[in-house]
Every structure is written in structure tokens, then in C-alpha cells.
């Protein structure tokens, strides 16, 4: 039997990741994070539609500044952390956050 996990959008990634790094920062954020990783356990286990979670994803990152804007946020926040952004993978969210980090590294 193959057990194929569902995997999130790039969106979902990026508001992942920004959540995790500022959630220490800020009670809000961590909170925001709690709850859309509860949203998401409730995807994987069928007890919410994925149109309905997306559409809280696209709500937060709007309320964050947009998909760029978080990518961007986080990766500076990792610069700024560890001096170095270390490369997340190479789906969609991995290359536009490597393009962003080439970016700031190089300014």
C-alpha cells in the first residue's frame, strides 16, 4: 500500500516558514502558526477541503505583504540569523527564495 502524502503549495510553504521564523518574536504570529498548522493537519486528514485552506493561506499573505514580500522577510531573517541562506529544495518556493537570497546576499 503507498501512502502518498499530500504536499503544499508553494504559498503554504511560504507562509509556513515565514510563521516559524517570527513566531518567537511575536505571540500573534505564533499563534497564526499554530492554527495553520492545525488547518493543514485537517487537509491531510480529509476534514477540510484544500480550496478552503488555500483560501486562509492567501488571507495571511496578504495580511503579511504577499507571497514575495514573506519569501523575502524570511530569507532576510535567516541572512540576518546565520549570515548565509541555505537552499530548501528545488520546488517552487526553494527557487523563488534562492533567487531572493542571491539578491540580498549581493547588495
Request: hydrophobic fraction near 35%; charge should be neutral; aromatic fraction near 10%.
Amino acid at each position: 500500500m503507498e501512502n502518498k502524502r499530500e504536499k503544499p503549495t508553494p504559498e503554504a510553504k511560504a507562509l509556513s516558514l515565514y510563521l516559524m521564523a517570527h513566531k518567537s518574536s511575536d505571540n500573534a504570529i505564533k499563534d497564526k502558526s499554530r492554527k495553520m498548522n492545525k488547518r493543514w493537519d485537517m487537509v491531510v486528514a480529509g476534514e477540510l477541503e484544500k480550496t478552503a485552506y488555500q483560501e486562509e493561506v492567501q488571507a495571511a499573505l496578504t495580511f503579511y505583504g504577499g507571497y514575495k514580500e514573506v519569501i523575502e522577510k524570511t530569507v532576510k531573517f535567516y541572512i540576518d540569523k546565520f549570515g548565509e541562506w541555505k537552499s530548501q529544495g528545488d520546488d517552487q518556493y526553494g527557487v523563488d527564495a534562492q533567487q531572493i537570497a542571491d539578491k540580498l546576499l549581493a547588495e
